[in-house]
T-cell receptor, first 114, second 115 residues
Framework: DAGVIQSPRHEVTEMGQEVTLRCKPISGHNSLFWYRQTMMRGLELLIYFNNNVPIDDSGMPEDRFSAKMPNASFSTLKIQPSEPRDSAVYFC????????????FGDGTRLSIL | AQSVTQLDSQVPVFEEAPVELRCNYSSSVSVYLFWYVQYPNQGLQLLLKYLSGSTLVKGINGFEAEFNKSQTSFHLRKPSVHISDTAEYFCAVSDQDINDYKLSFGAGTTVTVRA
């Protein structure tokens, strides 16, 4: 199995630009999670989907952030407009739809907003 | 809602020495427990999980953890570490609720193994 695939691995862009992060979950997994990791705040859950439907987006920082899952094999996290404080590593994870199943993480996107 | 406390933010240890990483959790319901490892510039990888049954759980790379319900703890141990065990370790918990798939993570423990 290819695992969770995220792209790009690195993104450097200027403040105010739109940023789109992409994720392909493991085939057959029903749940998909977006996390943000920073030194100050650690690992934060931003949003998660089950069967392509957003279940909990209470972790999304503000309206500049949006996430979609148009089908079972693809999700995006978009930031528009981006700000320097959005700089972080963003992880996508997927799991089968049971709480006792572990989440499988991608290698992350390291985002730098200048 | 659950919360996880990892009691040590940094643990330096010499190669071939034992290591223990402490994790305590709080929850109003029964939980599942996990330990993940994160190597530099990588995502999190599952080390081991406790779902039910035996309270001593063995994982990959020689790690094991013990679930203690009365103390609400899930400490991770390895009897002899290698340089390659240098990484950040995260304890995580999820509710045993069929409709809740979220994990709550601790702040992480950085293990640095020295020769």
């Amino acid at each position: 199995d290819a695992g969770v695939i995220q792209s790009p691995r690195h993104e450097v862009t200027e403040m105010g630009q739109e940023v789109t992060l992409r994720c392909k979950p493991i085939s057959g997994h029903n749940s998909l999670f977006w996390y943000r990791q920073t030194m100050m705040r650690g690992l934060e859950l931003l949003i998660y989907f089950n069967n392509n439907v957003p279940i909990d987006d209470s972790g999304m920082p503000e309206d500049r952030f949006s996430a979609k899952m148009p089908n079972a094999s693809f999700s995006t996290l978009k930031i528009q407009p981006s700000e320097p404080r959005d700089s972080a590593v963003y992880f996508c994870a997927s799991s089968s739809d049971r709480g006792n199943q572990p989440q499988h993480f991608g290698d992350g996107t390291r985002l730098s907003i200048l | 809602a659950q919360s996880v406390t990892q009691l040590d933010s940094q643990v330096p240890v010499f190669e071939e020495a034992p290591v223990e990483l402490r994790c305590n959790y709080s929850s109003s319901v029964s939980v599942y427990l996990f330990w993940y490892v994160q190597y530099p510039n990588q995502g999190l990888q599952l080390l081991l999980k406790y779902l039910s049954g035996s309270t001593l759980v063995k994982g990959i790379n020689g790690f094991e953890a013990e679930f203690n319900k009365s103390q609400t703890s899930f400490h991770l141990r390895k009897p002899s570490v290698h340089i390659s065990d240098t990484a950040e370790y995260f304890c995580a918990v999820s509710d045993q609720d069929i409709n809740d798939y979220k994990l709550s993570f601790g702040a992480g423990t950085t293990v640095t193994v020295r020769a």
